[in-house]
């Protein structure tokens, strides 16, 4: 059994999962470049992480898909996987705290660390355990559930743990990323956030690959659909509001960035939330 929410076609929020016993999953993960956090809700899994030592992850507890790492799950019964996708912009609104952890001591990180799921998120996963399996509210509020996740585990576990915890986004490179997060929104194309940057075009789009594993095209876009889909699915703004204020040349070109960005046209997103007479177009 899966339930899976994607925010559009190209990336996934949450997938919720039930493997029988001796079910395998071996490939590289995590999918896109992007990090994935794994909670074991009940079973549980050996891991084997660039086939080297064996790890087991009993329920309730959780650990994090690392990127360029390759990764053999097997389960060791029948088990029940949460898994919530954590892409480095997704981390933004908690920078301040993230800062606080870089600035840890820490020794070398491990490969593998892994958390107990703390009461407290045990509980907010059983709801949205529920909310997938019901299919219920739109792709933008379960980034809203994600988002509080991050707050739940600032809140819920000491620093030290968590710095092992992030570690794979706690990277040398996360200045850049801030940078990128901060201003991304004040440049119209990509040749002006590297003017931003202080870099030359060409060094910019390489170090955002880097960063990104993305073009900086294709990730302004993305981020623009995001909002564009939160502006629709708050329902207070009219389609043509919405294409005004995100300087579409006409509502045709704003309908077609929708259709390719959200898998929709506007109006089909409306009224899938039941907000039809807000389109006034």
Not at 12 to 24: H, R, T
Not at 122 to 133: A, C, G, I, N, P
Not at 149 to 159: A, C, G, S, V
Not at 200 to 220: A, E, H, L, Q
Request: charged share 25%; glycine share 4%; with cysteine.
């Amino acid at each position: 059994m899966e339930n899976a929410v994607e925010t559009s076609k190209y990336r996934k929020v949450w997938e919720n999962m039930i493997f029988p016993k001796g079910y395998q999953i071996e490939k590289q993960l995590p999918s896109h470049n992007i990090p994935m956090i794994f909670f074991v809700i009940t079973g549980s899994v050996d891991l084997k992480i660039n086939d080297m030592k064996t790890h087991s992850v009993f329920s309730n507890e959780m650990f994090m898909a690392q990127i360029d790492n390759s990764y053999e799950i097997t389960m060791r019964e029948q088990t029940h996987l949460l898994i919530c996708y954590v892409p480095m912009e997704a981390w933004y609104d908690e920078q301040q705290w993230i800062d606080d952890l870089i600035l840890q001591e820490r020794s070398k990180p491990e490969e593998f660390f892994k958390l107990p799921i703390k009461k407290i998120i045990v509980r907010y996963l059983s709801l949205l355990d529920f909310y997938l399996k019901e299919g219920i509210y739109p792709a933008s509020f379960y980034e809203l559930k994600r988002q509080e996740l991050f707050f739940l585990f600032f809140f819920n576990y000491q620093k030290n743990d968590l710095a092992q915890f992030l570690q794979c986004i706690l990277s040398k490179d996360i200045q850049f990323k801030k940078f990128v997060m901060g201003n991304y929104l004040l440049a119209k194309n990509v040749q002006e956030l590297a003017k931003i940057a202080n870099y030359s075009t060409s060094g910019f789009i390489k170090k955002f690959r880097k960063c990104f594993n993305d073009s900086p095209y294709n990730w302004m876009q993305e981020q623009k659909a995001k909002q564009i889909s939160l502006e629709i699915n708050r329902g207070v703004k009219s389609l043509q509001e919405i294409a005004s204020e995100y300087k579409f040349s006409s509502y045709q070109h704003f309908s077609v960035f929708c259709k390719s960005r959200l898998g929709s046209p506007p109006t089909e997103i409306l009224g899938k939330n039941g907000l039809k007479n807000l389109t006034n177009i």
